[in-house]
C-alpha cells in the first residue's frame, strides 16, 4: 500500500516520526491461528455457557439457536469490516492506525485509549470470572454429583473476596509470563486449548447424545430433589418469568446479546502486524471463529433440546438470574450434561479444559492490548520505552505489564463486586470505540481515494461502482448504532446503563483528548516534532 506523503520537514523530523525504523514484531500467525485467536476470545467455555444461563432466561420463549444465529449473520458483516481494516494498515491496531490517519488522530486515539482500557479491566473480570463462576460450577457439579462436600466447599469459598483475588491474582500472573513468550509459542499454548476445548465439547455432546430422551427429569431430580424438575417452570412464572415466543422479540435479543456471545472474532486485526498475508488471513480467521463456535454452541442446544423443553431451561435459566433463594440454580450446559452421565473422570476432563480455556481467553485480550498500547508508543504518544521488543522473545513485554497491572485492577474490583469492568457494560462502552474506526473505513474510498486505489484487491472491491467496504461498513455501523440504542430500550440486556456509565465513558475519552495533547505538546516543546506530521504517513512494517 502507498504511503501517504509527509510534509518535508529535514531528515532529523523524518528519523523521529517514530520510535524506530521497524516494528521488530514478526509476521507469524497463519489462518488457522488467527482462527484460534477468534475462538479463545469469543471462548468455548465462558460463551459456551451464556447461550443456556442467560439468554433463555432474559429472552423465555426466544430461540436458543434463532438468537445464535442471528447474531452469528450480523457479526459476519462486522468481521469483514474489521478484516478490511486490517487489510488497509496491516500494522499492531490497525483500526487505531486508520482512524488516524484517515478521520481525526486525537479522536482515534481516545478511542482506542478507551478500548484498551476497558478491554484491560475486562480482561481482569474475565480471570475473575475463573473463581466467581468456572470454578464453582465445576466444583458443584462434582459436589453434587459425586456428594463430596469438600468440593462444595471449595466452591463457596471461591466466590468469596478472598477467594476471587487469591485465585484470580494466581491467574493474573499465569497470564502475563506467558503472554511475554514469543509469539509462536503463544500461539502453540492457544492450540492446546482449542483442541481441550473440542475435547470438552464432545465429552458433553456424548453426555446428551446418548441420553434417552426421557432420562433428563429423572437425572435432575435425583441430583437436585424429588419433584424439582416438575415444578421448575412454574416456580418461574411465580418469581415473574413472562414467556415471549416472538420472532421479533428472539430477533432483538440476537442483535443486542449475540455480540456480546460472539465478541472477539475480529481480534487479529489489533495485531494485524504479526499475521502473515493480513488480506486473506483476517477474513478467514475472523469468519471460521464465528462459524465454529456457532456450530458448536448450536449442536449443543440442539442436543440439549431433544431431552429438555425450551421453556423448562428458560426458566432455570430466569431463576438464576434473577436471584432465586428458595434452593440451588444450575443453569449450566456442563451440569446437565454431568447428571446425565455421573462419570468422575469425564467431568474432570471438562473442568481442566474449561479452566485452561478460560485463561486462554484472558491471554486473548493481554495480546491484542499490549499490541494496541506498542501502536501509540511507536507514534510516540506513550513513553518509547513501551514498544521497546525483548531481543530473544520478541515480545512487547513492558506494554504487556501494563495491561497487566491494569487486569489485576480488574480482578480486585470484580472482587469487591463493583460493575466497572462488568462485562455488559464493556460491550456497551467497545461499540462506543469502534465508531471511530468502523466510520474511517466506510468513507476510506472518499476521503482517501489514492490510497484507496492502491490498496489491496480485497479492500478496492466494488459493486458497480460503489465499494464493497462502504456497503459492508454502513451495516456495520447500523449494527453498532442499533446496539447502542438497545443498551437504553432494553436495560435488563444492555447492563442497565446509566448517568454514571456515560460520564465513565466520557471521563475516558477526555483522558484520551489530554494524554494526545500533551503528548503533542511535549515533543514539540523538547524536539521540534509535530505529532500531525505522524499521522500523515503509515507507520513502518
Given at each position: 500500500m502507498a504511503d501517504i506523503v509527509i510534509p518535508s520537514a529535514g531528515a532529523e523530523a523524518d528519523r523521529k516520526l517514530y520510535a524506530r525504523k521497524s516494528s521488530g514484531l514478526v509476521r507469524t500467525i497463519g489462518v488457522f491461528g488467527a482462527m484460534v485467536f477468534g475462538v479463545h476470545c469469543i471462548s468455548l467455555s465462558s460463551s459456551g455457557l451464556i447461550p443456556f444461563s442467560w439468554v433463555a432466561g432474559v429472552w423465555p420463549g426466544s430461540s436458543i439457536i434463532g438468537v445464535l444465529t442471528v447474531a452469528m449473520f450480523f457479526c459476519l458483516f462486522h468481521a469483514y469490516t474489521y478484516a478490511t481494516i486490517g487489510a488497509t494498515m496491516p500494522r499492531s491496531a490497525a483500526d487505531y492506525t486508520l482512524g488516524s490517519r484517515v478521520l481525526s488522530a486525537p479522536l482515534a486515539f481516545a478511542a482506542s485509549w478507551t478500548l484498551v482500557i476497558f478491554s484491560a479491566m475486562v480482561a481482569g473480570s474475565l480471570i475473575a470470572w475463573i473463581p466467581k463462576t468456572g470454578l464453582p460450577v465445576m466444583t458443584r457439579t462434582m459436589g453434587i454429583i459425586m456428594n463430596n462436600p469438600s468440593m462444595l466447599a471449595f466452591a463457596d469459598w471461591s466466590v468469596t473476596s478472598t477467594g476471587i483475588i487469591l485465585i484470580g491474582s494466581i491467574c493474573t500472573v499465569i497470564t502475563f509470563f506467558t503472554m511475554i513468550l514469543p509469539t509462536r509459542t503463544i500461539v502453540r499454548i492457544l492450540e492446546v486449548g482449542f483442541i481441550l476445548g473440542l475435547i470438552a465439547w464432545a465429552i458433553l455432546y456424548f453426555q446428551l447424545g446418548t441420553a434417552a430422551k426421557d432420562a433428563f427429569p429423572v437425572a435432575w431430580d435425583k441430583f437436585m430433589g424429588a419433584g424439582s424438575y416438575e415444578g421448575r417452570i412454574a416456580l418461574a412464572?411465580?418469581?415473574?418469568?413472562?414467556?415471549?415466543?416472538?420472532?421479533?422479540?428472539m430477533t432483538l435479543a440476537g442483535l443486542i446479546m449475540g455480540f456480546w456471545i460472539f465478541y472477539g472474532y475480529y481480534i487479529p486485526t489489533?495485531?494485524?502486524?504479526?499475521?502473515?498475508?493480513?488480506?486473506?488471513?483476517?477474513?478467514?480467521?475472523?469468519?471460521?471463529?464465528?462459524?465454529?463456535?456457532w456450530a458448536i454452541f448450536v449442536l449443543a442446544a440442539i442436543l440439549l433440546?431433544?431431552?429438555?423443553?425450551?421453556?423448562?431451561?428458560?426458566?432455570?435459566?430466569?431463576?438464576?438470574?434473577?436471584?432465586?433463594s428458595g434452593g440451588p440454580t444450575m443453569p449450566w450446559i456442563t451440569f446437565y450434561a454431568a447428571i446425565l452421565k455421573p462419570s468422575f473422570i469425564l467431568i474432570l476432563i471438562v473442568a481442566i479444559a474449561w479452566v485452561y480455556t478460560l485463561i486462554n481467553l484472558a491471554q486473548t485480550y493481554f495480546f491484542y492490548c499490549s499490541r494496541i498500547i506498542f501502536a501509540w508508543s511507536f507514534d510516540r504518544l506513550v513513553p518509547e520505552a513501551v514498544c521497546w521488543i525483548h531481543p530473544k522473545l520478541h515480545s512487547p513485554i513492558w506494554a504487556i505489564l501494563i495491561i497487566t497491572i491494569i487486569a489485576e485492577v480488574g480482578v480486585i474490583d470484580a472482587a469487591l463486586g463493583s460493575v466497572m469492568g462488568a462485562q455488559l457494560n464493556f460491550v456497551f462502552f467497545a461499540v462506543w470505540t469502534q465508531l471511530v474506526p468502523v466510520l474511517a473505513m466506510t468513507?476510506?474510498?472518499?476521503?482517501?481515494?489514492?490510497?484507496?486505489?492502491?490498496?489491496?484487491?480485497?479492500?478496492?472491491?466494488?459493486?458497480?461502482?460503489?465499494?464493497?467496504?462502504?456497503?459492508?461498513g454502513g451495516i456495520t455501523l447500523t449494527y453498532l448504532v442499533w446496539m447502542i440504542i438497545a443498551s437504553f430500550l432494553y436495560p435488563a440486556v444492555g447492563g442497565r446503563i446509566g448517568v454514571s456509565n456515560l460520564l465513565v465513558l466520557a471521563g475516558f475519552f477526555v483522558s484520551g483528548f489530554i494524554v494526545f495533547y500533551v503528548a503533542r505538546s511535549v515533543r514539540m516543546s523538547r524536539e521540534g516534532i509535530d505529532l500531525n506530521w505522524t499521522f500523515k504517513s503509515v507507520p513502518p512494517v
Amino acid at each position: 500500500m502507498a504511503d501517504i506523503v509527509i510534509p518535508s520537514a529535514g531528515a532529523e523530523a523524518d528519523r523521529k516520526l517514530y520510535a524506530r525504523k521497524s516494528s521488530g514484531l514478526v509476521r507469524t500467525i497463519g489462518v488457522f491461528g488467527a482462527m484460534v485467536f477468534g475462538v479463545h476470545c469469543i471462548s468455548l467455555s465462558s460463551s459456551g455457557l451464556i447461550p443456556f444461563s442467560w439468554v433463555a432466561g432474559v429472552w423465555p420463549g426466544s430461540s436458543i439457536i434463532g438468537v445464535l444465529t442471528v447474531a452469528m449473520f450480523f457479526c459476519l458483516f462486522h468481521a469483514y469490516t474489521y478484516a478490511t481494516i486490517g487489510a488497509t494498515m496491516p500494522r499492531s491496531a490497525a483500526d487505531y492506525t486508520l482512524g488516524s490517519r484517515v478521520l481525526s488522530a486525537p479522536l482515534a486515539f481516545a478511542a482506542s485509549w478507551t478500548l484498551v482500557i476497558f478491554s484491560a479491566m475486562v480482561a481482569g473480570s474475565l480471570i475473575a470470572w475463573i473463581p466467581k463462576t468456572g470454578l464453582p460450577v465445576m466444583t458443584r457439579t462434582m459436589g453434587i454429583i459425586m456428594n463430596n462436600p469438600s468440593m462444595l466447599a471449595f466452591a463457596d469459598w471461591s466466590v468469596t473476596s478472598t477467594g476471587i483475588i487469591l485465585i484470580g491474582s494466581i491467574c493474573t500472573v499465569i497470564t502475563f509470563f506467558t503472554m511475554i513468550l514469543p509469539t509462536r509459542t503463544i500461539v502453540r499454548i492457544l492450540e492446546v486449548g482449542f483442541i481441550l476445548g473440542l475435547i470438552a465439547w464432545a465429552i458433553l455432546y456424548f453426555q446428551l447424545g446418548t441420553a434417552a430422551k426421557d432420562a433428563f427429569p429423572v437425572a435432575w431430580d435425583k441430583f437436585m430433589g424429588a419433584g424439582s424438575y416438575e415444578g421448575r417452570i412454574a416456580l418461574a412464572k411465580a418469581n415473574g418469568m413472562i414467556t415471549n415466543p416472538n420472532v421479533a422479540i428472539m430477533t432483538l435479543a440476537g442483535l443486542i446479546m449475540g455480540f456480546w456471545i460472539f465478541y472477539g472474532y475480529y481480534i487479529p486485526t489489533f495485531f494485524a502486524g504479526e499475521v502473515k498475508q493480513a488480506e486473506s488471513t483476517l477474513l478467514a480467521g475472523s469468519w471460521s471463529s464465528l462459524l465454529v463456535t456457532w456450530a458448536i454452541f448450536v449442536l449443543a442446544a440442539i442436543l440439549l433440546q431433544r431431552l429438555v423443553p425450551l421453556e423448562w431451561i428458560a426458566a432455570e435459566s430466569y431463576l438464576s438470574n434473577t436471584g432465586y433463594s428458595g434452593g440451588p440454580t444450575m443453569p449450566w450446559i456442563t451440569f446437565y450434561a454431568a447428571i446425565l452421565k455421573p462419570s468422575f473422570i469425564l467431568i474432570l476432563i471438562v473442568a481442566i479444559a474449561w479452566v485452561y480455556t478460560l485463561i486462554n481467553l484472558a491471554q486473548t485480550y493481554f495480546f491484542y492490548c499490549s499490541r494496541i498500547i506498542f501502536a501509540w508508543s511507536f507514534d510516540r504518544l506513550v513513553p518509547e520505552a513501551v514498544c521497546w521488543i525483548h531481543p530473544k522473545l520478541h515480545s512487547p513485554i513492558w506494554a504487556i505489564l501494563i495491561i497487566t497491572i491494569i487486569a489485576e485492577v480488574g480482578v480486585i474490583d470484580a472482587a469487591l463486586g463493583s460493575v466497572m469492568g462488568a462485562q455488559l457494560n464493556f460491550v456497551f462502552f467497545a461499540v462506543w470505540t469502534q465508531l471511530v474506526p468502523v466510520l474511517a473505513m466506510t468513507l476510506f474510498p472518499f476521503l482517501k481515494p489514492d490510497l484507496f486505489e492502491n490498496a489491496s484487491a480485497m479492500v478496492r472491491r466494488k459493486i458497480g461502482k460503489v465499494p464493497v467496504i462502504t456497503i459492508v461498513g454502513g451495516i456495520t455501523l447500523t449494527y453498532l448504532v442499533w446496539m447502542i440504542i438497545a443498551s437504553f430500550l432494553y436495560p435488563a440486556v444492555g447492563g442497565r446503563i446509566g448517568v454514571s456509565n456515560l460520564l465513565v465513558l466520557a471521563g475516558f475519552f477526555v483522558s484520551g483528548f489530554i494524554v494526545f495533547y500533551v503528548a503533542r505538546s511535549v515533543r514539540m516543546s523538547r524536539e521540534g516534532i509535530d505529532l500531525n506530521w505522524t499521522f500523515k504517513s503509515v507507520p513502518p512494517v
